[in-house]
Protein backbone atom coordinates (compact mmCIF):
# COMPACT_ATOMS: atom_id res chain seq x y z
CA UNK A 1 0.00 0.00 0.00
CA UNK A 2 1.45 3.00 -1.22
CA UNK A 3 2.15 5.98 1.88
CA UNK A 4 3.16 9.25 1.70
CA UNK A 5 5.73 11.42 3.42
CA UNK A 6 6.34 15.24 3.09
CA UNK A 7 8.73 17.62 4.23
CA UNK A 8 10.71 21.08 3.71
CA UNK A 9 8.50 22.78 5.04
CA UNK A 10 9.12 25.75 7.22
CA UNK A 11 8.84 29.81 7.76
CA UNK A 12 9.91 32.28 5.19
CA UNK A 13 10.14 35.59 4.37
CA UNK A 14 8.02 37.24 0.83
CA UNK A 15 10.11 36.37 -2.11
CA UNK A 16 11.92 33.30 -0.52
CA UNK A 17 12.21 29.76 -1.97
CA UNK A 18 11.37 26.42 -0.09
CA UNK A 19 11.48 23.10 -1.52
CA UNK A 20 8.71 20.53 -0.60
CA UNK A 21 9.55 16.61 -0.96
CA UNK A 22 7.70 13.51 -0.81
CA UNK A 23 8.78 10.55 -0.09
CA UNK A 24 7.01 7.45 -1.33
CA UNK A 25 6.60 3.72 -0.05
CA UNK A 26 5.31 1.31 -2.16
CA UNK A 27 4.81 0.48 -5.44
CA UNK A 28 3.82 3.41 -8.18
CA UNK A 29 3.02 2.85 -11.02
CA UNK A 30 3.40 4.47 -14.67
CA UNK A 31 -0.38 5.53 -14.41
CA UNK A 32 0.12 7.06 -10.95
CA UNK A 33 -0.61 10.68 -11.27
CA UNK A 34 0.90 12.64 -8.14
CA UNK A 35 0.10 15.99 -6.62
CA UNK A 36 0.30 18.75 -4.86
CA UNK A 37 -2.33 20.17 -2.61
CA UNK A 38 -2.82 22.89 -0.46
CA UNK A 39 -5.01 24.27 2.67
CA UNK A 40 -4.35 27.85 4.19
CA UNK A 41 -6.52 28.65 7.43
CA UNK A 42 -9.94 28.65 7.42
CA UNK A 43 -10.01 27.72 3.65
CA UNK A 44 -10.72 24.57 1.85
CA UNK A 45 -8.23 22.52 0.52
CA UNK A 46 -7.05 23.45 -3.40
CA UNK A 47 -5.07 21.94 -5.80
CA UNK A 48 -1.23 23.71 -6.39
CA UNK A 49 -0.32 21.09 -9.12
CA UNK A 50 0.36 17.67 -9.97
CA UNK A 51 2.72 15.40 -12.39
CA UNK A 52 1.92 12.00 -13.80
CA UNK A 53 4.71 9.51 -12.78
CA UNK A 54 4.78 8.21 -16.35
CA UNK A 55 4.68 10.57 -18.91
CA UNK A 56 5.83 13.61 -16.41
CA UNK A 57 2.84 15.69 -17.64
CA UNK A 58 2.14 18.75 -15.42
CA UNK A 59 -0.47 20.42 -14.60
CA UNK A 60 -0.16 23.94 -12.56
CA UNK A 61 -3.15 26.24 -10.21
CA UNK A 62 -2.96 29.60 -12.00
CA UNK A 63 -2.29 31.35 -8.71
CA UNK A 64 1.00 29.00 -8.48
CA UNK A 65 2.04 28.63 -12.18
CA UNK A 66 5.46 30.70 -13.28
CA UNK A 67 6.97 30.47 -9.58
CA UNK A 68 6.13 26.58 -8.70
CA UNK A 69 7.81 23.41 -10.16
CA UNK A 70 6.59 20.01 -9.56
CA UNK A 71 9.25 17.43 -10.44
CA UNK A 72 9.81 13.39 -9.65
CA UNK A 73 12.90 11.45 -8.86
CA UNK A 74 11.04 8.27 -9.81
CA UNK A 75 14.46 5.89 -9.15
CA UNK A 76 14.14 7.57 -5.27
CA UNK A 77 10.01 7.54 -5.32
CA UNK A 78 10.05 11.14 -4.24
CA UNK A 79 8.09 13.88 -5.93
CA UNK A 80 9.35 17.83 -5.29
CA UNK A 81 7.64 21.10 -5.32
CA UNK A 82 10.25 23.67 -6.03
CA UNK A 83 8.24 27.08 -4.61
CA UNK A 84 9.89 30.69 -5.91
CA UNK A 85 9.25 33.85 -5.17
CA UNK A 86 6.63 32.98 -1.70
CA UNK A 87 3.88 34.81 -1.22
CA UNK A 88 2.11 35.37 2.49
CA UNK A 89 -0.23 33.72 0.16
CA UNK A 90 0.89 31.11 -0.13
CA UNK A 91 0.52 30.30 3.39
CA UNK A 92 -0.91 26.74 3.88
CA UNK A 93 -0.42 23.10 4.80
CA UNK A 94 0.70 21.18 1.80
CA UNK A 95 0.04 18.17 1.00
CA UNK A 96 1.00 14.95 -1.29
CA UNK A 97 -1.40 12.90 -2.56
CA UNK A 98 -1.77 10.00 -5.43
CA UNK A 99 -4.22 8.01 -7.31
CA UNK A 100 -4.52 5.84 -10.51
CA UNK A 101 -4.68 8.55 -12.99
CA UNK A 102 -8.22 9.14 -14.35
CA UNK A 103 -8.09 12.46 -16.43
CA UNK A 104 -8.62 14.68 -13.44
CA UNK A 105 -6.23 16.66 -11.72
CA UNK A 106 -7.67 18.90 -9.86
CA UNK A 107 -10.47 17.99 -7.26
CA UNK A 108 -8.60 16.72 -3.93
CA UNK A 109 -12.28 14.32 -3.22
CA UNK A 110 -10.73 11.87 -6.26
CA UNK A 111 -7.36 11.48 -4.23
CA UNK A 112 -7.11 8.31 -2.29
CA UNK A 113 -3.92 8.39 -0.71
CA UNK A 114 -2.65 11.49 1.42
CA UNK A 115 0.58 12.37 3.78
CA UNK A 116 -0.21 14.17 6.42
CA UNK A 117 1.12 17.55 5.32
CA UNK A 118 4.05 20.17 6.03
CA UNK A 119 3.61 23.75 6.96
CA UNK A 120 4.51 26.67 5.48
CA UNK A 121 4.31 30.33 6.57
CA UNK A 122 5.28 33.10 4.26
CA UNK A 123 5.69 36.37 6.21
CA UNK A 124 5.58 40.05 4.71
Known amino acids: QLQLTESGGGSVQAGASLTLSCAAS????????MAWFRQAPGKEREFAAS????????RYADSVKGRFTVSTDNAENRIFLQMNNLLPEDTAVYYC?????????????????WGRGTLVTVSS
Open 97 to 113: AAKVYDGRHFDPNTFDT
Open 26 to 33: GWIYTRHV
Open 51 to 58: IRWGTGTT
